[in-house]
């Protein structure tokens, strides 16, 4: 089975899409598999995460903003490719560090995540998008 999803964002930051995926994973009935999601951008990631404090979130997306920095003329003068904007190539550098894929087993018709786990599009543009995951669950 393959579905597209498309996620709107509007800011740098994490957002959980665990519900999307699951409404479509139940509603396949199917019991057991491997489902596949995968990130159709360049300057975004998935990542898997904790879901239960927001300032997890919150901590991580000031990390990366801390890692590769956007805006700063002096400290990212050796950028190249800046037709986009300034945080276009810095965006492509966070996705590089961080997975487009994810593969989640699926058992009892549910993902198997953790207590703790959500799935997370991780927009690292500064305008809104629309961001765009393939879903495959192969049986």
């Known amino acids: 089975m393959q579905t597209e999803f498309a996620f709107k964002t509007n ?6 899409i ?3 995926i699951a409404a479509w994973l139940m509603a396949s009935a199917v019991e057991s598999g491997l489902l596949t999601l995968f990130l ?5 990631s998935l990542l898997i995460q904790e879901n239960a404090d ?7 997306a000031e990390f ?21 904007g300034p945080d276009d190539m810095p965006a492509h550098i966070k996705a590089a560090l961080l997975p487009v894929s ?20 991780f927009e690292h543009r500064d305008a809104p998008h629309t ?8 049986r």
């Open 11 to 16: 800011r740098p930051g994490l957002y959980e």
């Open 18 to 20: 665990t519900d999307d």
């Open 40 to 44: 159709r951008h360049s300057s975004a």
């Open 54 to 60: 927001p300032d997890v979130q919150r901590d991580l």
């Open 64 to 84: 990366m903003r801390r890692l590769v920095p956007h805006g700063d003329d002096q400290a990212m003068s050796w950028l190249r490719h800046t037709v986009e």
């Open 102 to 121: 994810l593969s989640i087993p699926v058992s009892h018709g549910q993902m198997l995540l953790g207590n703790w786990q959500g799935i997370y599009l």
């Open 131 to 138: 961001r765009r995951v393939a879903a495959h669950l192969c």
